[in-house]
């Protein structure tokens, strides 16, 4: 599994993906909503994480009136965990890197 480039996008995106659960699936523009990013960034993102197997999707089947299906989005496992270790080994590094402020 391919590591990605944690930019502030793809942040916003995996951790919105994380935040999902399966009574609050993640769909496209919600994600979009949630990150507070536009469609044209947040796309590209979920294309780049299913092609590296961090993340699937599927097509809504209960009734949609009046709206075309949505498209939900899931961390796989493996992306669940190469996510969870990515934000987490990015938030080792800036925090220990004296990011946080303070005075030693």
């Known amino acids: 599994m391919?590591?990605?480039?944690l930019t502030k996008p793809t942040i916003a995106v995996l951790?919105?993906?994380?935040?999902?659960?399966?009574?609050?699936?993640?769909?496209?523009?919600s994600?979009?909503?949630q990150a507070d990013l536009g469609p044209g960034t947040v796309y590209p993102i979920l294309d780049r994480l299913c092609e590296r197997g961090w993340l699937t999707?599927?097509?809504?089947?209960?009734p949609h009136p009046g709206r075309p299906a949505r498209r939900y989005y899931e961390l796989t496992g493996n992306g669940r965990l190469q996510?969870?270790?990515?934000?987490?080994?990015?938030?080792v590094r800036r925090f220990g890197?004296?990011?946080a402020g303070g005075s030693a």
């Open 2 to 5: 391919t590591n990605i480039r």
């Open 15 to 29: 951790e919105t993906l994380l935040s999902a659960t399966s009574g609050n699936p993640a769909w496209g523009l």
């Open 31 to 33: 994600i979009c909503r």
């Open 57 to 62: 999707s599927y097509e809504e089947t209960g």
């Open 83 to 91: 996510a969870s270790q990515a934000l987490e080994a990015r938030k």
């Open 97 to 99: 890197l004296g990011l």
